[in-house]
T-cell receptor, first 114, second 111 residues
Framework: QQQVKQSPQSLIVQKGGISIINCAYENTAFDYFPWYQQFPGKGPALLIAIRPDVSEKKEGRFTISFNKSAKQFSLHIMDSQPGDSATYFCAASRGSSNTGKLIFGQGTTLQVKP | SAVISQKPSRDICQRGTSLTIQCQVDSQVTMMFWYRQQPGQSLTLIATANQGSEATYESGFVIDKFPISRPNLTFSTLTVSNMSPEDSSIYLC????????FGPGTRLTVL
């Protein structure tokens, strides 16, 4: 019940295209869903996050779509750029407990071809 | 946002030895964590570093193998003890303020 399943494992997109990464969770107690971006040799950096009281959140070219009934959420990267090439992790936590314990998905390696 | 530094950034160690990793934050934070990222894998929480008390370990991680200190609100150390090649990973310090931030990581290779 603590798992977060992420797909695909890797993704290749042409410049200007849309990158879509999907995650599914089981624990209905999760109430905070962030996405992290990690470049080689760096720690993960928060990209965007959502709580289940909204179905979509957009920040620039990055959008999270959230489907509470299906227990799924996804990251959409519009107009993908070579600089977006990185590993993306979805995560989930029980924010109300304020423990900060993040459960991470397996990661998706995105390559944006020029 | 919090700025986190870790030392060392990378190390190559021999089997059976121990390595202590330091984490320094530029501001006082209540919650501090240690994660492990095995090669090509996701991040797994090792423990929560509690200031002034023993760390809280996740299932599969024990104090004898990963002793943690947290002497104040800006600093913590993680020791990887009696290392084996299976301990080769990136070890990441993380803090939670309004959001959760990660340090650059310590890349450990055990021969």
């Amino acid at each position: 019940q603590q798992q977060v399943k992420q797909s695909p494992q890797s993704l290749i997109v042409q410049k200007g295209g849309i990158s879509i990464i999907n995650c599914a969770y089981e624990n209905t107690a999760f109430d905070y869903f962030p996405w992290y971006q990690q470049f080689p040799g760096k720690g993960p950096a928060l990209l965007i996050a959502i709580r289940p009281d909204v179905s979509e959140k957009k920040e620039g070219r990055f959008t999270i779509s959230f489907n509470k009934s299906a227990k799924q959420f996804s990251l959409h990267i519009m107009d993908s750029q070579p600089g977006d090439s990185a590993t993306y992790f979805c995560a989930a936590s029980r924010g109300s407990s304020n423990t900060g314990k993040l459960i991470f998905g397996q990661g998706t390696t995105l390559q944006v071809k020029p | 946002s919090a700025v986190i530094s870790q030392k060392p950034s990378r190390d190559i160690c021999q089997r059976g030895t121990s390595l202590t990793i330091q984490c320094q934050v530029d501001s006082q934070v209540t919650m501090m964590f240690w994660y492990r990222q095995q090669p090509g894998q996701s991040l797994t929480l090792i423990a929560t570093a509690n200031q002034g008390s023993e760390a809280t370990y996740e299932s599969g991680f024990v104090i004898d193998k990963f002793p943690i200190s947290r002497p104040n609100l800006t600093f913590s150390t993680l020791t990887v003890s009696n290392m084996s090649p299976e301990d080769s990973s990136i070890y990441l310090c993380s803090v939670k303020g309004g959001t959760q931030y990660f340090g650059p990581g310590t890349r450990l290779t055990v021969l």
